[in-house]
């Protein structure tokens, strides 16, 4: 590995311990798991069909795709279904064997992979006890949560204890869309993810402008996914309401004032639209990500900061692995 590594903070993983769990508790809940296909693990979601290949499950094949990237270190996390569809204690055991493995990944190539803690927001005593567990656990350096939390959004008054915690323990959270706006016109395609997931990432950080969490806990550190989502073409938008509108006055400052508050991943897909984003928040707030290894995200996520000629080595060095490192306390 270089001196200065390439750290990809979007990187998803499903260990056997958490797959298991689905398989045999899932059922009730609505969630089956197929085997059936050779290299190939299905999770139907109450109908939905999501398909992983073996490199989310086996951490050989991804070292081997991440020496292909030329990303030297993962920081794994859980997404789609996460935990939250369960009642309070299988949440809870799918996020101890979610954290458990990601420590176990650890423990066992400790410069390559870094986990984000699960937690099983539906219930916030069991949120806090494992947010305690976990925080001790080898490698784990961040809390992922999803950007509701069955329909509940961020701001709700629930939350604020685990917030409190996170805060005092120095963890960064990074958030993911996971169910968002339900709404018959994000079925065709593929719209739950083209525009519901950087539409509810929108949702979910203007919740915590505009509810005053930002200024409620100054130390919280919050990364949006996909460079921000749909929030940076609506930050005018609401800068217009804070100025016209009583209701949206909760908090000290005018929304934009408060872009600076989050990082964000590179995911946008749109060159012009990523070196927009480093322009307004500072490359010293933007960090790779590929949505590992989904087809949805980059196939070669070092090249697409490499290739932002206008950026200068210093910035590109920033955002391909010292500023990940920096908030996630490696190396």
């Known amino acids: 590995m270089t001196s200065k590594p390439n750290i990809d903070i979007h990187a998803h993983f499903y260990p056997e311990p958490y797959l298991k769990l689905l398989?045999?508790?899932?059922?009730?809940?609505?969630?089956?798991?197929?085997?059936?296909?050779?290299?190939?693990?299905?999770?139907d979601i109450k109908g939905s069909r999501l398909s992983l290949g073996p490199a989310f499950t086996d951490l050989g094949v991804r070292l081997k795709e991440m020496k292909r990237q030329r990303v030297d270190v993962h920081a794994l996390s859980l997404t789609r279904p996460m935990v939250y569809w369960a009642d309070a204690e299988l949440g809870l055991k799918l996020s101890q064997a979610m954290n458990d493995?990601?420590?176990?990944?650890?423990?066992?190539?400790?410069?390559?992979?870094?986990?984000?803690?699960?937690?099983?927001?539906?219930d916030i005593p069991s949120s806090l006890a494992e947010l305690e567990r976990a925080s001790k656990l080898a490698g784990i350096r961040g809390v992922y949560i999803g950007t509701n939390i069955n329909g509940k959004d961020l701001s709700d008054p629930a939350f604020l204890p685990l917030f409190q915690r996170i805060e005092a323990l120095r963890l960064p959270i990074f958030l993911h869309p996971t169910q968002v706006i339900p709404t018959e016109r994000f079925k065709p395609y593929f719209f739950y993810n083209l525009i519901g997931f950087p539409v509810d990432t929108a949702i979910a950080a203007a919740n915590l402008i505009f509810s005053g969490i930002l200024d409620r806990f100054p130390r919280l550190s919050i990364c949006?996914?996909?460079?921000?989502?749909?929030?940076?073409?609506?930050?005018?938008?609401?800068?217009?309401?804070?100025?016209?509108?009583?209701?949206?006055?909760?908090?000290?400052?005018?929304?934009?004032a408060y872009l600076k508050r989050f990082t964000y991943d590179t995911i946008s897909h749109d060159p012009g639209m990523l070196l927009y984003l480093i322009r307004l928040v500072g490359a010293e707030r933007v960090m790779i990500g590929s949505d590992y290894c989904f087809a949805i995200g980059y196939d070669r996520p070092v090249e697409v900061v490499t290739k932002l000629a206008a950026l200068t080595r210093a910035d590109q060095r920033r955002i391909l692995g010292s500023n990940a490192a920096r908030l996630l306390k490696f190396g």
Request: charged content about 30%.
């Open 224 to 256: 949006l996914p996909h460079a921000g989502g749909a929030l940076l073409s609506l930050i005018g938008r609401m800068d217009r309401g804070y100025k016209i509108t009583e209701e949206c006055r909760q908090m000290k400052h005018k929304p934009s």
């Open 101 to 122: 493995a990601m420590a176990e990944a650890h423990t066992v190539f400790p410069v390559r992979f870094l986990g984000l803690a699960v937690l099983p927001m539906q």
């Open 23 to 43: 398989a045999e508790e899932g059922e009730r809940f609505g969630i089956k798991l197929d085997r059936k296909r050779p290299n190939e693990i299905v999770i």
